[in-house]
């Protein structure tokens, strides 16, 4: 089959190059012409493990093409996939300018029938607005289908190749058999393919989203009164993990999510409720304790300092939102680094792959350090925001050599706290009993 996918951000590359990956002939279209001159000359342009070996493969074998041409991208596809930023707006509602936009250049340029697919995190009724803005120009036929994205940053291949489900609205059985020919290769074990029509769909995705970001920040209100009543959240956790009403994902408190899809979906998810004259109570608050809880060290850490962080060295392990991307999009760790700084502490961080995504942001108000044991040479303390591989087995004898205090405050709770304390350091993290 021959696609078009129209966007080569996240979804966009990860999409394309693993249709590729099947035997289709993709063209990729974006109009920043830098990335795909980088992109044709075989450089990927986003950190995804196990992505950039399919991608050379499929570049190389000739089923993988880049161009900023829009009309030559899809000429002779059947699909044409838009995966397309859509920002939140200063409302919180999504902005499909982007999308909207190219929907209107389709309707002018395509010329056989065509299925229009939203690969977007979109709205409800998008699929209706995309439909209209081609058809303004359209002279032949042609479908819009809601197939929402389910990828984990980190684990976007495996979920794309290996998909707990497909998500596809449509109300016509033209693109119905399209689509379900596009998927056969990706459920030959029998995982679902969900037909519906667009607008569930599209709330399919929103409603998916907020409730994991629903059930993190319950977590992590569990966790602070756990500290609070001498609880342990391991042990609350894993109690209520076993009941397979609940399950075990998305149970691990911490400093809050981030990343491009949790902060934006639940924004725009409550906006739309507005929109529909509905007030999302739930979703107000899981907003609340999320901003409260990226932050949620400092105080802890000025407490620690007695009020005073000025010419403090902190140290920071881990600046992207999740281990195993570059991401740093709502980063927890950024929120706090920005808090610290106010406070007039020196801060000096270390991450295996956002490092350079950062400096666009903070330039020289950090220091960026070359290793993780570098990073908290003579610092006063050391916060783990990212709960990377690497930084879950430490030389704990050669963290003490170097550290000016044996002070950890653990945003991901990545360590014991007994073995902290048999090593000697003073310990805080988020549920459970300080070490001092």
Not at 25 to 40: H, N
Not at 122 to 140: D, F, H, M, Q, S
Not at 227 to 242: C, I
Not at 380 to 392: K, Q
Request: some cysteine; charged content about 30%.
């Amino acid at each position: 089959m021959r696609i078009a996918v129209v966007g080569t951000g996240y979804v966009g590359l990860v999409t394309g190059t693993c249709f590729a990956e099947t035997g289709n002939t993709v063209t990729c279209i974006d109009i920043d012409s830098e990335k795909v001159k980088k992109l044709s000359g075989g450089e990927i342009t986003i950190y995804e493990p196990s992505l950039e070996k399919l991608f050379v493969r499929n570049l190389r074998e000739g089923r993988l093409k880049f161009t900023t041409d829009l009309a030559s991208g899809i000429e002779g596809s059947v699909l044409i996939m838009l995966a397309l930023p859509t920002p939140p707006g200063g409302d919180g509602s999504a902005d499909l300018s982007a999308i909207l936009k190219v929907a209107d250049h389709l309707g002018k340029i395509i010329k056989e029938y065509k299925v229009i697919v939203d690969k977007s995190t979109v709205p409800v009724g998008t699929a209706e607005k995309v439909r209209n803005a081609i058809l303004a120009n359209a002279k032949v036929g042609f479908d819009v289908v809601s197939n929402p994205e389910f990828l984990r940053e980190g684990l976007a291949v495996e979920d794309f190749m290996k998909p707990d489900r497909v998500i596809i609205g449509t109300s016509s059985e033209k693109a119905k058999k399209i689509m379900s020919d596009l998927y056969a290769p990706f459920v030959r074990q029998g995982n679902p393919v969900i037909f519906m029509d667009e607008r569930s769909a599209e709330l399919t995705k929103y409603a998916a989203n907020s409730f994991l970001a629903t059930k993190i920040s319950f977590m992590n209100e569990i966790a602070i009164l756990c500290e609070k009543m001498g609880a342990d959240v391991d042990m609350v956790r894993r109690g209520m993990g076993s009941d397979d009403r609940i399950g075990r994902r998305f149970l691990f408190p911490g400093i809050g999510y981030g990343g491009s899809c949790f902060p934006k979906d639940v924004l725009a998810l409550v906006k739309s409720a507005s929109e529909a004259d509905y007030d999302f109570k739930i979703l107000d608050s899981v907003i609340k304790v999320n901003e409260k809880q990226r932050v949620y060290m400092v105080p802890r850490i000025k407490k620690y300092f007695k009020g005073d962080l000025k010419n403090k060295k902190i140290a920071v392990w881990g600046l992207s939102f999740k281990p195993n991307t570059d991401d740093i999009r709502e980063a927890p760790a950024l929120y706090m680094i920005n808090e610290l700084l106010k406070e007039g502490a020196v801060i000096s961080v270390f991450d295996p792959e956002a490092m350079n995504n950062v400096k666009k942001q903070l330039g020289d108000k950090v220091t960026f350090a070359q290793g993780q044991y570098d990073a908290i040479k003579d610092c006063d303390v050391l916060i783990v925001a990212t709960e990377w591989s690497e930084f879950r087995t430490p030389d704990f004898e050669k963290m003490s050599a170097i550290m000016k205090n044996k002070v950890i405050f653990d945003g991901r709770n990545v360590y014991e706290p007994q073995h902290m304390k048999d090593l000697g350091f003073y310990y805080e993290s988020i549920g459970r009993k300080t070490i001092r």
